[in-house]
């Protein structure tokens, strides 16, 4: 079974732009959650979408956005990136409660 | 708001000795735990999970947690540590829908 897949990998931007990342969950997995990754911060909730509705959201500014599609997909979007963006973002899917399995991550840089 | 703790920022073990990593978490009610591992270059990883019954989990990897509630704690403990057991170690707070709360995380470097 694939696992989590998360594209791109690696992405660098300025301050201002905007950035869209993409999550394909696992197969029959209809949850997917984001969270962000800092040294300083550490691992923060972003949002979890089921069924294509946000389901629940985390304590972030509006400039951070995702949505779901009807085959489980999931994108991410990021508006006027500032420098304190600059982190890896996780996602994962689950089947059950509290189970997630993680992707490898979108590194993004904010120069 | 749920908080988790790790008081161990960095661990440095040699191999074959026991590990015991301290995670407390704040929220009285139902709680469902857990423990994610990073390995170096890798994804998160669950390595175990509690959600009620017998307080004593094990997991893979030889790993175990023991949920006590009176101390509102769910430490990771491993009797003999590998090299191999090098990672970064996050306890984790079942919330609502899947959102995790997430410890600050501890890195656990295992000398060969």
């Known amino acids: 079974k694939a696992g989590v897949t998360q594209t791109p990998r690696y992405l660098i931007k300025t301050r201002g732009q905007q950035v869209t990342l993409s999550c394909s969950p696992i197969s029959g997995h209809r949850s997917v959650s984001w969270y962000q990754q800092t040294p300083g911060q550490g691992l923060q909730f972003l949002f979890e979408y089921f069924s294509e509705t946000q389901r629940n959201k985390g304590n972030f500014p509006g400039r951070f956005s995702g949505r779901q599609f009807s085959n489980s997909r999931s994108e991410m979007n990021v508006s006027t990136l500032e420098l304190g963006d600059s982190a890896l973002y996780l996602c994962?899917?689950?089947?059950?409660?509290?189970?997630?399995?993680f992707g490898e991550g979108s590194r993004l840089t904010v120069l | 708001a749920q908080s988790v703790s790790q008081h161990n920022h960095h661990v440095i073990l040699s191999e074959a000795a026991s590990l015991e990593l301290g995670c407390n978490y704040s929220?009285?009610?139902?709680?469902?735990l857990f423990w994610y591992v990073q390995y170096p270059g890798q994804h998160l990883q669950l390595l175990l999970k509690?959600?009620?019954?017998?307080?004593l989990v094990k997991g893979i990897k030889g790993f175990e947690a023991e949920f006590i509630k009176s101390k509102f704690s769910f430490n990771l403990r491993k009797p003999s540590v590998q090299w191999s057991d090098t990672a970064e170690y996050f306890c984790?707070?079942?919330?609502?829908?899947?959102?995790?709360?997430f410890g600050g995380g501890t890195r656990l470097m295992v000398k060969p």
């Open positions: 929220y009285g009610g139902t709680v469902n």
């Open positions: 994962a899917s689950s089947f059950a409660y509290g189970e997630l399995f």
């Open positions: 509690y959600f009620s019954g017998d307080p």
């Open positions: 984790a707070e079942h919330n609502a829908g899947n959102m995790l709360t």
